[in-house]
């Protein structure tokens, strides 16, 4: 029977009364504390009129710093804060992680002012905490800046940390950003004198309104004979366009080449002159992806320069246009394939401000455009975020594109196939992978700030199962097979579905490199132990994917891909990793890292007539060499080498050059140009290497103890072994119709994530134990720290 008297008064939330009010007080607390006439109607007028009701009539108020007031006996009051303040910094948390999934950008709600709010009222507040907390932030990434060089007379460049290792060789050796010879060469027009001084002046060419036509009809009549134009357009759509596409090949043809060089040409409206620069351009690549003749520097680069006095006719700052943009975009496209790196990210700068300016980062069906207008408009806006997000990538600087400002809609849709998969073109693809996927880890794990090792892992998932349409699958790779054997692709799908493959494992190379060098730096006889064992395994397999892919494709389609140098750019960050690994770590993955490795030097040397090459392959074969000697320690020529961390700075490298380029002629190699500009330090103490100190490129790789990536595998302290039902390895002896398919799909992973001392399997390292993830998910890694590591590594080699 419940009681009939009233419910006890429970104490209030706010403040806990210190007891019965006394029968025989005549005024509150408070008002005998300030000695105050209370009017003994509680809450009485003083303690109404000061808001404190309600501790009136027992409690009482104690003046603090600033004339601030604070309850007194408020045990329950300052209980109930703490566990509001933790469940703040819980759903802080938690906020942070959610919105870091879709934006790089800060949520409003976690900035520095309102992240301030759960601190505890203290007496002695520290004055400015937020500039405390920007001074840690700030301490935590001041190195982790990349590689800035300043010559003698000022030429600045910087490369962030996620650039390739070729990048690096460059500005190491001073030759980046140096005149290549398409760029030394100066054409003598044989008309007006003023073509050459507009393709020199662009794109900050004066208005020329009074000499434009003749200088329209000047360029015209350099423009190549149309049997030639033809075969260089047909040229770029079958060996350029398949990458980037600023303009379809239908339109090409109706709006700029058909007016230019068709039978029914018009003469009443001359072409404009951004038009005009589309053509010379798509010429220009034309010319220099001609797969039938050795590129003729002189012709391509002329068509080059054409195009750049074009867009000088009618300033690109002045009148700005669709046809502007896609001029640029294919010249950006251009410069990339010819080498010339300086100019092209500054050109692509400008692109991106031209698409603002035209309003292309927004959905043209706001302002009800016709369809064809409107599905120009977003595919020249999504090709321009694929080419601004992959350049980035290459360099290692951030992007131009924010996607909070962007709401341009895909202009392809996804469609599905008759066995129900998801299918999308290339074009449709790289869209969304370059929004949805590599945009996070560009501003993240690329970013000024910091992450956890955690969001490391999470990122490097969400690329990996990032999808991939059966029309793009690479056969042989990720366990796709062939097919049917008698329907062989065409040159832009297969390139397409290399690059689709390529873009995702460098993307992850370039995620983990650092991290690996840190576990090499930290734990060089057995990387694995480190607690980035999970970046050791994923630089590897990233590594020996890529150099398999490329390998692959340079037996199918060697002249293209060779014009591909990019490709090969990446391969050389590749061996690095691999060569590290075989060199320096006698772990099980070191005799398939020494196999990749000879597969990287071979594809080197079979262009080894590209000046670039005999850059490369001076240091793939000191590379090659030292992994060689590691693998055999009854060699003559093994000596111990002092580890060269310890000796290296550890900081940002900062180099400073009294010429523009001195490199010194190395006394092993009659080329003074493939070597690096100085000598490593660690060079006095190798021994000569002589070419007779290990096998020639071709030998059989059986001899380095080499394993095929589509055999199975059992592992044992001494290394990775063939199981005996399958001994195939990689030779170099495969016929061209044969294809070297290296396959990583997750069973190759689990296969290669052995412990090479227990003799035991562990999980692929997206699936590390739960020691592992206990002691890696929440590392905090300074870039400083990653960048400064993969420095050390990279000049070990030189």
Known sequence: MASSSSPREEPSTLVMRTGRRNRGALSCAECRRLKLKCSRVFPCSNCVKKGCSAICPD????????????????????????????????????????????????????????????????????????ERTTKVDQADAVDAMGHLSISQKGRTTFFGTAANAWLLLQNEA???????????????????AELPWLSFAFPFAPPISKTTDSLRGAIYDLLPQQEVAQRF?????????????????????????????GAATSSEEPMSSHDLAVLCMVLALGSLLDLDKPIDVNEHSQLYQLG?????????????????????????????????????????????????????????????????????????LWEIYVYDSWQSLTFGRPPSFALCHIDTKMPFEKTRNEKGDVEMTFAAWKHRFASECQSHVQDQ??????????????????????????????????????????????????????IAFAIKEITIFYMHRGFF??????????PMGSKYAASVLAAYTSACSFVGLIQ??????????????????????????????????????????????????????????????????????????????????????????????????????????????????PSHTSSPTSQPASPPPQSTQQPLITQSSWPPYNAPLQNFGTFSPNTSYSLSPQGVHPQPQQQAAYTYATQQEELIHFQPSPAYYASMSGDPINNTRINPYWQQTEHVAQTSSELFTPHEELNSSWQNLMSQWK
């Not at 956890?452 to 490097?460: F, H, P």
């Open 59 to 130: 409690g009482s108020l104690t003046t603090g710093k600033g004339n601030r007031f604070v309850l007194a006996n408020t045990e329950a009051l300052h209980d109930k804060i703490g566990q509001l303040a933790q469940r703040v910094r819980e759903l802080e948390d938690a906020l942070q992680e959610a919105h870091s999934r879709y934006s790089s950008e800060r949520h409003q709600l976690l900035s520095d002012e309102l992240l301030q709010i759960k601190r505890p009222l203290e007496r002695e507040v520290d004055a400015s905490p937020i």
């Open 174 to 192: 001073g030759s980046d950003g140096e005149d290549t010879e398409e760029q030394r060469t100066v054409f003598e027009f044989s008309k007006p």
């Open 233 to 261: 357009c047909k040229n770029y759509f079958r060996h350029a366009a398949w990458m980037y596409e600023p303009i379809t090949e239908v339109d090409f043809y109706e709006r700029i080449y058909r007016p230019m060089y």
């Open 308 to 380: 750049r006095a074009a867009l000088s006719l009618d300033s690109v700052f002045e009148q700005q246009s669709i046809a502007a943009i896609q001029a640029l975009l294919i010249m950006c496209h251009y410069m990339f394939l010819s080498h010339i790196e300086g100019p092209r990210w500054a050109i692509m700068g400008l692109v991106v401000k031209l698409a603002h300016s035209l309003g292309l980062h927004r959905d043209g069906g706001q302002w009800n455009l016709d369809d064809v207008e409107g599905q120009k408009r977003r595919c020249l």
């Open 445 to 498: 794990a690329f970013g000024a700030r910091p992450i956890s090792y955690k969001r490391i892992q999470e990122l490097d998932k969400s690329v990996r199962d990032f999808y991939i349409p059966p029309s793009l699958q690479v056969p042989g790779f990720m366990g796709v097979t062939g097919g049917d054997a008698l329907e062989r692709p065409t040159v832009e799908l297969t390139m397409q579905r290399y």
């Open 517 to 526: 060098a840190r576990a090499l730096e930290e734990c060089p006889e057995d």
């Open 552 to 665: 692959s494709l340079y037996q199918q389609h060697p002249i293209l891909t060779e014009r591909m140098w990019f490709l090969f750019t990446h391969v050389f960050s590749c061996t690095i990793v691999l060569g590290s690994i075989a060199a320096k770590t006698p772990m099980a993955l070191a005799p398939s890292a020494l196999s990749h490795l000879e597969t990287a030097t071979n594809l080197f040397s079979q262009v080894e007539h590209n000046p670039r090459a005999q850059k490369v392959l001076p240091i793939l074969r000191k590379l090659t060499a030292r992994a060689y000697n590691a693998a055999h320690p009854n060699s003559p020529l093994v000596k111990q080498e002092n580890d060269v961390f310890a000796g290296l700075s550890g900081k940002t490298r900062l180099i400073s050059r009294r010429t523009p380029s001195s490199p010194s002629s």
